[in-house]
């Protein structure tokens, strides 16, 4: 039961890193939507000066602002919902799947056994006369000069 | 919180750059038009000399206007609607999806092996069998001079 | 008798190891969902710090105690239901299947040799006949310098 | 008949090996069924060590007794009656097969002699016909620098 | 708004090249038709020099004014008309098309890792089955002098 | 006479091998049939020592008296009856079929010379010409580095 | 306009060709229809001296005035026309088709991406695991002396 | 006549061999049916020593006998019918089948000029044609290390 | 004017040579038709000697005469007309058919490039998928000795 | 008419050769009917040797007889049948079909020309442009070690 | 005239050769067919040797003097046919043929230009589309030991 606890408590005080928030580089290439990623004039075709700067401005501001409150809103509850979600995947997983699979693989290695050797019983023979067609090839080669 | 400031006033106060407007390159090679790219005439078949002047005058003119007034009047209010609407996708992404495909990766693991059992169960046979064509060829290769 | 003892003694003093609870490498790499692996916030699109933080408590306590409660209920009765299940296919293995797939196999090698014959009476001479086709291949080889 | 005796004797003198039960290892790699074959706890998702315990207990001792049980009611009976069935087994291989299978040898070669010179004869000259499509194949090879 | 000025100052007073007409060379090859490249005699059977003479001129001399008044009237209109029509599409790919495709792009993606998924769980078994069909292939190579 | 007699006292005077009755392997291999290549219990599924000493004894002693009761009934009637009909076959072998392959090869000759020649009249100049597609092959090959 | 003088008068005042009438080979190898190339007589099948000698002047004279009275009557309207033809497809093509062509251009490139990231989506993963089939070749080569 | 009686003296005279009836081999490795080839019994399936002589024995003197009467009987009517057969054949063909082949392959040969012509004409520049597709073909090697 | 009388002087001075009424070998090969051509008896069938030589002097006879009033009656027309007929020839393919195919060349050159830009865009990421399938080859090359 | 005598008197006065009357061995492999090559009897089956030599003899003179009267009867009708059929045969092939085949010769040539045009110019650029498959192939090669 | 009067007097006056009557062995190997070519007896079954020297007597001198009268009464009148073929098929081909084929290899290779052109314009792109499926194959070769 000591064990069990430093386990939970190394869990449970782990310093939560805010800076960089994927370690495991999951989302990092796919989520890049700045402005510069999305909108760009070339060369010789530029709007006022004025409107470049503020849809600058507007673009990062209303992304920056809707993310933070539907997180703030919607966040926690999905949070406690894949926690008990993926419980009980484990669990079935390790309870019910894995020993299932073990018993089907004794049970298929029987059939595996018999099947195999009908088809070689009936098929082989058939084969071994039709590679009978590859068996005499003869390949004359000149070279011209 | 106070990285955070940081970070925001990092984006907002970054002096926007209004000479080069695309530094990812994103549409420099696709939107090209100037006069030279879409009208030349060549040797032997020139027309009158005011004819051609006025003509490089006005396309310019007109291209460059009408592109700063649709832009001075529908810019702003579609940045601001990407910005919306890119805030939205990625909390989507971040908080929705991709648990979502971890864990049906987990599922489609337990159906994959038995699936995979099953299959090489029932064909590998078959064709080993039919593996024994190829396995009697016989070249006889022969040099003409 | 005093064998049999002896390795059943071995097998109920042997002592449990509590925490490398998966000595043969079967759920490692399927059953890893830590917070960590699962939800992900890029660079520019940060939540709130307590939002954050208060998501990664609940989903890994959540996630923690749902588990322990499950198997604590479930995990001994499906214990004994797996022993008698694999002791039951153990038995139908040893005594009743392998004997039946021997006699099958001195059975069907009657069967194969006459089928074996057969086939090789009226499949070999028309392969052979019809390997005279690749029998005269002539290729000239020029090279161009 | 002195013979006969002595390879009787050695056969049911021989004295029978009580620890290593599969000499020949037909069914050393499939029934393998051991607490550790089957139920597994990654890393993070472990539960109470009591359950733990009890769970491995429960296991081994219910497949242990079960099997045991089984073979005991079962097990000489079917030995019997497997001995009969591979004794009438060998009988027909032995005195009504082969023989058979040899008569039907020398038959079928006088068809194969007949049905070998009819497809020789009307199949050889098509084939070596067709075979002139790869006779005259030129292969010009230019080395590019 | 000081950059702003000199591009477009830049734009329209620089000299307007009327000796080469097709400095990007996009029409010098196509648009190739002097009395040579389309009217020829060849040696035996030639017309009397006059008519020779005549029809140069008269091929000359049309073609060249006939090009001039069509580009007199008509190319001016159609110098402005490209004008807008290129400033439209240019505010419509920079505006709406890019951003499209990029948040389309975050979309396509957690459907491709699904599908993926789902692909190589289903047809690699039986296309790794498949594959035994060419592993036993054997050549014997036999060289004739 | 003289002759013949020594055969057949040759034949009938040879001291038959009462050990070694398989003296060509005909059945050495296929008709194996033992306790040790039937039933076979793994490491860790053992039933108790009586039950595995009984089953041994019984399966030995049941197949072994089986098949000698069998045969003392069932062996010399039916190597009567094999001894006839392989007379019969012989005789039809020798002086029926074999005259009437003799016949019909002759005959088959003629067909075949007509019918050959008639093949590659009308099949060759055809395939001549097919083999045009192949002999202007060209093949330009360049090393990348 | 001084230079737009100076190419006319260059085009009007460049002495015309009259002995090599075909510069730029168009119709050299085409229209070559003197005597020889249409009428011959071999070795052994001579018409009279006087038929031989009348048939060539005949020939030669024949076709040397009548396609010198077609070309005077017909040759200068179709310079004229084709003059005007030409101007007429050179305008097109400079101020119409080449415009056209160019923003038909950009609007493609958007629909491409999308295309292209759609096919790679749901085509590669179908490929990629087909690719298996060809992923496990084994060739033993025999060399037999 | 001198030659002729030789060489029927010749025939009638010679010794005819009564130990080694078969010179050329015919039927030695087809017709082989001793008590050996067609019964034997694996070691540990042995049945009465008694049994096994008598068997032996019967097998080989009634195949013996049988075989005896069975060419006492039928085989000098055979050796007559297969005379007068053999006569008739070779008759036919020296005297009917060979020049009647003779005169139809001096017919099919003309049929055959002509016939080939057709062939040659109307699908050798087909096939040239159809040979344009291989001769093109640009191989790019590049050696991955 | 000079120049045109010479080479009409040219070529009606030219000196027919009716020696070598074939200079350019159009029907050298093709029309040989000496009685050694046609007629020949091989060694053992010769007909009687007066029949062969009256045969060989009626057919040069005949044909020597018959082709000579043909090409006098016929000859001088034909001369005509064929020179009349390649006049016109000449002259519509020089005015007419070369500056038609030099327009046409000029449209299917932007039909060209749009349509080349469809089928690159829609089929190219088709194909470059599909080219997956071959991208993953593994050959394990073994060689017996 | 000297020539003629001398060819027919050695044709009538060569010698015939009534010992090895087959010199360009039509018949030696095929008419081969011995007794040795119908009826054998391998070791082990042996008739009577009363029955062996009766059997000999019977069949050689049956045959031997039965051939000789037949030619005897029907062989000098035969040989005039044939000698004036080769005659016809003969008179129509020289005088007929050869010079039949010269004149259909020189007809197919000319329409072997037009028709070889209409396909060189209708199926070569179709081809050609098949070809283009072909051209881009890029095979990367990688030495595993 | 004097030219022609010496090659119809070298035609007339050449020495017809009565012994070689085909120099250029057109009929040589066909029209083979002596006695020895088309009936032969093999060792072993010989006719009476009276019979056999009159079968070749009669063979010889019937087809001899048969072919001799066929070719005295038909083979002036066919030599004369023929003589009267050969040269109206001359004409033909001189005079009619070789004229025709040239103006219409003029008239086909403008439509071979045009038809040309098509097929490049829109075949090219689509099989340079298929090609890229080539374009990518990567082969791992491991040689195994």
Same mark, same amino acid.
């Given at each position: 039961?000591?064990?069990?606890?430093?386990?939970?408590?190394?869990? *449970?005080?782990?310093?939560?890193?805010?800076?960089?928030?994927?370690?495991?580089?999951?989302?990092?290439? &796919?989520?890049?939507?700045d402005f510069e990623d999305v909108?760009?004039?070339? &060369?010789?075709?530029?709007?006022?000066?004025?409107?470049?700067?503020?849809?600058?401005?507007?673009?990062?501001?209303?992304?920056?602002?809707?993310? /933070?409150?539907?997180?703030?809103?919607?966040?926690?509850?999905?949070?406690?919902?894949?926690?008990?979600?993926?419980?009980?995947?484990?669990?079935? *997983?390790?309870?019910?799947? &894995?020993?299932?699979?073990?018993?089907?693989?004794?049970?298929?290695?029987?059939?595996? /056994?018999?099947?195999?050797?009908?088809? *070689?019983?009936?098929?082989?023979?058939?084969?071994?006369?039709?590679?009978?067609?590859?068996?005499?090839? /003869? &390949?004359?080669?000149?070279?011209?000069?």
């Amino acid at each position: 039961m000591a064990e069990e606890r430093i386990i939970i408590k190394d869990q *449970h005080t782990k310093e939560i890193d805010l800076v960089n928030r994927d370690p495991k580089h999951i989302n990092e290439d &796919v989520v890049k939507v700045d402005f510069e990623d999305v909108i760009a004039e070339p &060369v010789g075709t530029y709007s006022f000066d004025g409107v470049w700067k503020t849809s600058y401005t507007t673009f990062t501001v209303s992304k920056y602002w809707c993310y /933070r409150l539907l997180s703030a809103v919607l966040g926690i509850p999905l949070a406690v919902l894949w926690g008990f979600l993926f419980a009980l995947i484990s669990f079935c *997983h390790i309870w019910a799947v &894995v020993p299932c699979i073990k018993s089907y693989l004794i049970e298929i290695q029987c059939v595996s /056994r018999i099947y195999s050797l009908c088809i *070689h019983t009936f098929c082989d023979p058939l084969f071994e006369a039709l590679a009978k067609i590859c068996s005499n090839i /003869r &390949v004359a080669v000149r070279k011209e000069i």
